[in-house]
C-alpha cells in the first residue's frame, strides 16, 4: 500500500520505522546526553551534527525525551515564581564553609617538644663527640711519653753494666 | 543582578556575598524547572524538597558538579533547568510513584510479529534528526507543527527530513526484501550490525 508520492502509507511507514527503530535500540544503548550539550542543544546552539547525541536519545527514548524536552521547554519559557523566603533561607545556609588554606603559626609553647627534641639531639651528639676525642686522646698520651722518652734514651742505658759485659 | 552575571569563580572560592545572590537569582529557575518535572506525578508540593537537593548537589565535593557548566555552551539558567529536571526525575523515581513509561501497543489489526530470524541493518540508514523525528511522529503520535517545537526546527525541517527518512526506509526495505513488496509485510525482527 502506497501513497501518491511513491511512499509508504503512513501506516506502513510506522510499522517500517517500528522494526528498523527496534533494531537501532538493540544494536547500541544511548544514554542521556550530557548536562552542557542538552542545555546548548535547548538553546538551538548545535549544528545538525553536535546535535547527533541528544537527537538519538530522542528517537531511542521518544517517550521520556520528549516529555523532559517540552518540561524543560515551558520551565524556561514561563514566568520565574517567587521563592518561599524560608527555602531561600535553606538555601543560603549550604553554603559550604571553605577551609583556611595557610595555618596560623604555632606559638612556641605548642612547638616545645619539638625544640627540645632536636636541642637533646644536638646535645648528645656534641657530647659524645667531644668524648670521643678525649678518650683517643688520653689512650695516645701513653704511647707517646714512651716513644719520647725512648728518643732521648742515651746508648749507655741500652748496655748492660760492665761486669756482666764481660765472661769471667 | 541577573543569573547569567554570576559569578561563579567567587562563589567556588567561597564568597559569601556571591553565594547569596546565586540563591537569589537561581532558587526561581531552579524552583520553576522542579514543580514542571513534577507535575507530571502529581508531586509539586515536594518541589522545595527537589530544590534543596539541587543547591545540595551543587555546591557537593566542593562545587563539583557547578564546576562542569561551560558558560561558553549554554545560559546558566538553562544548564540549570538541566540539572533540576534530572534531579527531580530522581526524585520521583526515588519514591517509585513515577509514572512507568507507557508501553507502545501495536494499532488495532496489527499483530506483534514473531521472533524470527535477526536480519542486518545499517545503523546509517537514518540521521540521527530523521530517527527522532519519525519516533516522535510514528511512536509519539505529534504532529508536524509539535516535532517542530520540540525539537527547535521549522515545520519545514521537520517535512523533509520525514520525506528523507520515509524515502530511505522505502528503498532499503524495496532492496533488502523485494519478496515483501511493501514496508507493512516487513521481517518480523530486525537487528543492528
Not at chain 2, 529557575?29 to 508540593?45: D, I, P, S
Amino acid at each position: 500500500m502506497s501513497t501518491g508520492a511513491g511512499l509508504p502509507h503512513p501506516k506502513d511507514a510506522g510499522a517500517a520505522w517500528s522494526a528498523v527503530a527496534q533494531a537501532l535500540r538493540e544494536s547500541r544503548p544511548i544514554s542521556e546526553p550530557d548536562v552542557n550539550l542538552l542545555a546548548a542543544w535547548l538553546e538551538g546552539r548545535l549544528e545538525e551534527s553536535e546535535a547527533a547525541p541528544v537527537e538519538s536519545w530522542i528517537a531511542a527514548n521518544p517517550l521520556e525525551a520528549s516529555t523532559r524536552l517540552a518540561e524543560l521547554r515551558e520551565s524556561l519559557t514561563e514566568a520565574p515564581p517567587n521563592v518561599p523566603h524560608k527555602l531561600l533561607l535553606r538555601l543560603r545556609a549550604l553554603r559550604p564553609q571553605r577551609k583556611s588554606t595557610h595555618q596560623p603559626m604555632p606559638s612556641f609553647w605548642r612547638r616545645m617538644p619539638q625544640v627540645a627534641a632536636v636541642a637533646a639531639t644536638l646535645a648528645i651528639g656534641l657530647f659524645g663527640a667531644y668524648g670521643s676525642y678525649e678518650m683517643g686522646l688520653r689512650g695516645s698520651l701513653p704511647a707517646l711519653e714512651q716513644e719520647r722518652q725512648f728518643a732521648q734514651a742515651s746508648l749507655p742505658e741500652f748496655l748492660p753494666p760492665e761486669d756482666e759485659f764481660f765472661f769471667d | 543582578m541577573s543569573l547569567q552575571d554570576s559569578d561563579i569563580s567567587r562563589l567556588i572560592a567561597g564568597d559569601r556575598s556571591a553565594w547569596d545572590a546565586f540563591v537569589r537569582s537561581a532558587a526561581p529557575v531552579v524552583l520553576a524547572a522542579a514543580r514542571r518535572t513534577l507535575e507530571r506525578a502529581g508531586r509539586t508540593n515536594e518541589a522545595d524538597d527537589v530544590v534543596q537537593q539541587v543547591f545540595e548537589k551543587l555546591v557537593r565535593d566542593d562545587f563539583r558538579l557547578l564546576r562542569t557548566y561551560d558558560p561558553g555552551r549554554a545560559q546558566l539558567s538553562t544548564w540549570l533547568s538541566v540539572v533540576t529536571n534530572s534531579a527531580a526525575l530522581d526524585h520521583l523515581r526515588r519514591l517509585k510513584r513515577a509514572p512507568e513509561p507507557r508501553e507502545i501497543l501495536p494499532e488495532d489489526g496489527e499483530t506483534t510479529p514473531p521472533a524470527a530470524d535477526p536480519l542486518p541493518i545499517p545503523r546509517n540508514l537514518l540521521t540521527p534528526r530523521q530517527a527522532a523525528i519519525m519516533a516522535l511522529l510514528y511512536e509519539r503520535e505529534l504532529d508536524v507543527s509539535e516535532v517542530a517545537r520540540l525539537l527547535g526546527i521549522t515545520e519545514q525541517t521537520v517535512r523533509s527530513a520525514h520525506h528523507k527518512a520515509l524515502t530511505r526506509l522505502r528503498v532499503y526495505f524495496s532492496e533488502e526484501f523485494p519478496e515483501l513488496g511493501d514496508a507493512k509485510a516487513r521481517p518480523a525482527r530486525i537487528t543492528g550490525k
